[in-house]
Protein backbone atom coordinates (compact mmCIF):
# COMPACT_ATOMS: atom_id res chain seq x y z
CA UNK A 1 0.00 0.00 0.00
CA UNK A 2 1.67 3.60 -0.87
CA UNK A 3 1.55 5.82 2.17
CA UNK A 4 2.32 9.62 2.12
CA UNK A 5 2.40 9.59 6.07
CA UNK A 6 4.98 9.35 8.98
CA UNK A 7 6.15 6.89 11.43
CA UNK A 8 5.43 7.57 15.21
CA UNK A 9 5.27 5.98 18.20
CA UNK A 10 1.71 3.92 19.15
CA UNK A 11 2.45 4.72 22.89
CA UNK A 12 5.05 5.64 25.43
CA UNK A 13 8.46 3.34 25.52
CA UNK A 14 10.16 3.71 28.08
CA UNK A 15 14.10 1.93 29.44
CA UNK A 16 16.35 1.81 32.31
CA UNK A 17 20.20 1.09 32.15
CA UNK A 18 23.02 1.12 34.67
CA UNK A 19 26.10 2.31 33.41
CA UNK A 20 29.25 2.04 35.09
CA UNK A 21 27.04 3.56 38.59
CA UNK A 22 24.82 6.15 36.42
CA UNK A 23 21.32 5.17 35.98
CA UNK A 24 19.87 6.21 32.37
CA UNK A 25 16.00 6.21 32.31
CA UNK A 26 14.32 7.18 28.69
CA UNK A 27 10.65 8.18 27.91
CA UNK A 28 10.05 8.01 24.04
CA UNK A 29 6.62 9.36 23.39
CA UNK A 30 4.20 10.73 20.38
CA UNK A 31 3.15 13.91 20.76
CA UNK A 32 0.75 15.56 18.28
CA UNK A 33 2.60 19.11 17.93
CA UNK A 34 5.87 21.06 18.58
CA UNK A 35 3.62 22.41 22.09
CA UNK A 36 2.82 19.05 23.18
CA UNK A 37 6.55 18.08 22.64
CA UNK A 38 7.93 20.77 25.14
CA UNK A 39 4.80 20.20 27.62
CA UNK A 40 5.92 16.39 27.84
CA UNK A 41 9.19 17.57 27.88
CA UNK A 42 8.54 19.64 30.97
CA UNK A 43 6.58 17.31 32.77
CA UNK A 44 9.31 14.09 32.23
CA UNK A 45 12.19 17.04 33.69
CA UNK A 46 9.49 17.64 36.43
CA UNK A 47 8.91 14.68 37.73
CA UNK A 48 12.55 14.01 37.57
CA UNK A 49 14.66 16.90 39.06
CA UNK A 50 16.61 15.22 41.17
CA UNK A 51 18.03 13.64 37.73
CA UNK A 52 21.70 15.49 37.27
CA UNK A 53 20.59 15.71 33.62
CA UNK A 54 17.54 15.42 32.00
CA UNK A 55 18.81 15.43 28.21
CA UNK A 56 15.91 16.28 25.46
CA UNK A 57 15.32 15.62 21.88
CA UNK A 58 11.88 15.78 19.33
CA UNK A 59 11.26 16.18 15.97
CA UNK A 60 7.54 16.99 14.10
CA UNK A 61 7.04 16.89 10.69
CA UNK A 62 3.70 16.24 9.87
CA UNK A 63 0.82 18.91 9.10
CA UNK A 64 3.25 20.81 6.61
CA UNK A 65 5.30 21.71 9.88
CA UNK A 66 8.78 20.67 10.70
CA UNK A 67 10.27 21.30 14.45
CA UNK A 68 13.28 19.56 15.70
CA UNK A 69 15.42 20.46 19.07
CA UNK A 70 17.66 18.71 21.00
CA UNK A 71 19.05 20.20 24.42
CA UNK A 72 22.04 18.73 26.45
CA UNK A 73 21.18 19.91 29.38
CA UNK A 74 24.80 20.78 31.02
CA UNK A 75 26.68 17.23 29.68
CA UNK A 76 29.23 18.12 27.16
CA UNK A 77 27.99 19.90 24.34
CA UNK A 78 26.95 17.38 21.36
CA UNK A 79 27.77 14.37 23.57
CA UNK A 80 23.84 13.69 24.81
CA UNK A 81 21.18 15.83 23.45
CA UNK A 82 22.60 15.11 19.28
CA UNK A 83 22.69 11.47 19.83
CA UNK A 84 19.16 11.22 21.19
CA UNK A 85 17.83 13.01 17.95
CA UNK A 86 19.60 11.28 15.59
CA UNK A 87 18.21 8.10 17.18
CA UNK A 88 14.85 9.80 16.00
CA UNK A 89 16.05 10.81 12.59
CA UNK A 90 17.62 7.33 12.39
CA UNK A 91 14.50 5.41 13.18
CA UNK A 92 13.18 7.70 10.49
CA UNK A 93 10.37 8.81 13.47
CA UNK A 94 8.22 12.25 13.41
CA UNK A 95 5.59 13.71 16.40
CA UNK A 96 7.84 12.10 18.70
CA UNK A 97 9.48 13.56 22.37
CA UNK A 98 12.69 11.56 23.87
CA UNK A 99 13.73 12.41 26.92
CA UNK A 100 17.05 10.84 28.79
CA UNK A 101 17.43 11.71 32.94
CA UNK A 102 20.98 10.22 33.98
CA UNK A 103 21.45 9.74 37.53
CA UNK A 104 25.21 9.88 38.24
CA UNK A 105 27.15 7.25 40.18
CA UNK A 106 30.24 8.92 40.43
CA UNK A 107 32.39 7.62 37.45
CA UNK A 108 33.01 9.97 34.35
CA UNK A 109 32.17 8.05 31.12
CA UNK A 110 33.57 10.30 28.96
CA UNK A 111 32.86 12.17 25.61
CA UNK A 112 31.61 8.89 23.77
CA UNK A 113 30.78 6.79 26.51
CA UNK A 114 28.33 9.36 27.16
CA UNK A 115 26.86 9.44 23.45
CA UNK A 116 26.67 5.70 23.97
CA UNK A 117 24.47 6.01 26.69
CA UNK A 118 21.95 8.40 25.99
CA UNK A 119 21.84 6.87 22.24
CA UNK A 120 21.38 3.03 23.37
CA UNK A 121 19.27 3.99 25.72
CA UNK A 122 16.79 5.70 23.93
CA UNK A 123 16.75 3.04 21.11
CA UNK A 124 15.72 0.75 23.84
CA UNK A 125 12.79 2.80 25.26
CA UNK A 126 11.53 3.75 21.47
CA UNK A 127 12.13 0.03 20.59
CA UNK A 128 10.07 -1.37 23.41
CA UNK A 129 6.88 0.27 21.75
CA UNK A 130 5.40 -0.39 18.48
CA UNK A 131 6.22 1.85 15.59
CA UNK A 132 3.14 2.97 13.19
CA UNK A 133 2.35 4.87 10.20
CA UNK A 134 -0.01 7.53 10.47
CA UNK A 135 -1.04 9.33 7.15
CA UNK A 136 -4.55 11.48 6.99
CA UNK A 137 -7.22 9.68 4.84
CA UNK A 138 -10.10 10.92 2.64
CA UNK A 139 -13.86 8.73 2.15
CA UNK A 140 -14.35 8.42 -1.54
CA UNK A 141 -17.99 6.89 -3.19
CA UNK A 142 -17.30 5.08 -6.54
CA UNK A 143 -19.32 3.63 -8.86
CA UNK A 144 -18.40 1.01 -11.90
CA UNK A 145 -19.42 -1.33 -14.43
CA UNK A 146 -19.26 -5.23 -13.45
CA UNK A 147 -16.53 -5.40 -15.48
CA UNK A 148 -13.99 -3.11 -13.99
CA UNK A 149 -14.56 -4.40 -10.37
CA UNK A 150 -11.22 -6.41 -10.09
CA UNK A 151 -9.18 -3.48 -11.55
CA UNK A 152 -11.20 -1.14 -8.79
CA UNK A 153 -10.41 -3.39 -6.31
CA UNK A 154 -6.26 -3.75 -7.02
CA UNK A 155 -6.10 -0.39 -7.45
CA UNK A 156 -8.19 0.64 -3.87
CA UNK A 157 -5.95 -1.70 -2.34
CA UNK A 158 -2.72 0.05 -3.61
CA UNK A 159 -3.67 3.47 -2.61
CA UNK A 160 -6.17 2.75 0.72
CA UNK A 161 -8.64 0.33 1.18
CA UNK A 162 -12.55 -0.72 0.65
CA UNK A 163 -14.94 0.14 4.08
CA UNK A 164 -17.76 -1.23 1.83
CA UNK A 165 -19.46 -3.25 -1.01
CA UNK A 166 -22.83 -3.22 -2.65
CA UNK A 167 -24.29 -4.38 -5.55
CA UNK A 168 -27.36 -2.93 -8.12
CA UNK A 169 -27.43 -2.47 -11.47
CA UNK A 170 -23.44 -0.77 -10.51
CA UNK A 171 -20.64 -1.80 -7.91
CA UNK A 172 -21.09 0.65 -5.28
CA UNK A 173 -17.36 0.94 -3.53
CA UNK A 174 -17.25 2.76 -0.22
CA UNK A 175 -13.20 3.58 0.10
CA UNK A 176 -10.77 5.25 2.01
CA UNK A 177 -7.42 6.87 0.92
CA UNK A 178 -4.39 8.41 1.45
CA UNK A 179 -5.47 12.66 0.72
CA UNK A 180 -1.87 13.44 -0.24
CA UNK A 181 -2.25 10.65 -3.00
CA UNK A 182 -6.07 11.13 -3.72
CA UNK A 183 -5.66 12.85 -7.23
CA UNK A 184 -3.10 10.84 -8.63
CA UNK A 185 -5.75 7.97 -7.47
CA UNK A 186 -8.40 9.55 -9.18
CA UNK A 187 -6.50 10.06 -12.31
CA UNK A 188 -5.31 6.50 -12.37
CA UNK A 189 -9.12 5.07 -11.95
CA UNK A 190 -10.35 7.18 -14.49
CA UNK A 191 -7.43 5.74 -16.69
CA UNK A 192 -7.46 2.23 -16.43
CA UNK A 193 -11.46 2.42 -16.62
CA UNK A 194 -11.50 4.31 -19.43
CA UNK A 195 -13.54 7.02 -17.25
CA UNK A 196 -16.78 4.38 -16.71
CA UNK A 197 -16.41 5.12 -12.82
CA UNK A 198 -18.30 7.55 -10.84
CA UNK A 199 -16.42 9.41 -8.05
CA UNK A 200 -17.32 11.61 -5.82
Do not use: W
Not at 19 to 44: G, L, Q, R, W
Not at 109 to 115: E, W, Y
Not at 138 to 162: C, E, F, P, Q, T
Not at 165 to 183: G, Q, R
Amino acid sequence: MLLSGYKTLKAKGYAQKDIKNSTFIAYAIPVKDEEEAKNVITDVKRNHSDANHNVSAYLINSNNVLAMKYDDDGEPAGSSGKPVFKVLEMKELSNVAVVVNRYFGGIKLGFGGLTRAYRETAIEAIENVEIIEVCKRIRLHIKSNYSDIDVVSRLVADYGSILETSYSDVADFVVEVDSELKDIFIEKIINVTSNRVTIK
